[in-house]
């Protein structure tokens, strides 16, 4: 069984805007999917994928409310999980929380550039008490984003300083890390007490530094994802069968790992 731990949808209304100015923004980058969560489910089923994260991200205090309501109208679809998000200038983030973990969602995705704030800035820990505290998953997007390549505002570095605000409750830093920073995420990341996905990996990271990265790190704390629509869970899948891995460590990525921390 596969599960996609890290993908993007958007309600039908803003799919097809919402996907072109993502695409341009990262270079014209060819999206693998429509932007619905029909079209998402689709994909990842041609891929032999069971079911799939959905990530949403508040990108302004304003649309937290109607990102979340998006969210919440997921959760009676049974091919996704969705996590919500909440925006660090909101007054109304703590409250979100509650209502999002009210609702049966279990996680929350933050994106440190889209929201415009790095992540051990001292404003932020409120809110990651808060989600410690109610036992929601907090997926932070890591190391470089194509689209906002400056500052970085997630590093390895910067996600050590506040692992332990979280008092062991879930996190997990995206795309094996941190994103075109591996040989840091293999020096200081690597081994501690945090999750990996393995996001946008295809064609992108070496094959020896996602060996040595998950070697190290074991696999029990590896997530498999995609980050479709920017990448294809059939592409995805395909890097991590081609890593240097037993049946049981590729068994914990693609599913297991990621059906034990979802309680599925």
Known sequence: MVLDFHTHAFPEKIAKSAISTLASRCGNCYPQHEGTVDSLVQKIKQSSCDKAVVLNIATNPKQQKNVNDF???????????????????????????????KAGIKGIKLHPNYQNF???????????????NLGLITVFHSGVDLGIPDPIC????????????????PVVAAHMGGYMLWQDV??????????????????????????????????????????MPWSSTGNEIRFIESLDLTEQEKEKIFYENAAKLLGI
């Not at 997630?154 to 409750?169: S, W, Y």
């Open 71 to 101: 969210a919440i109208s997921l959760l009676s679809n049974p091919d996704v999980i969705p996590f919500g998000s909440v925006h660090p200038e909101s007054d109304d983030a703590i409250n979100e929380l509650y209502r999002l973990k």
């Open 118 to 132: 790095f992540v051990d800035d001292e404003k932020l820990f409120p809110i990651y008490e808060k989600a410690a």
């Open 154 to 169: 997630c590093t390895p570095d910067r996600l050590l300083n506040v692992l332990p605000i979280f008092q062991g409750t």
């Open 186 to 227: 293999f020096k200081k990341l690597a081994g501690t007490d945090i999750y990996l996905d393995t996001s946008y990996s295809f064609g992108r990271i070496p094959p020896p530094w996602a060996n040595q990265i998950i070697k190290k790190h074991g696999a029990d704390k590896i997530l498999f994802g995609s980050d």
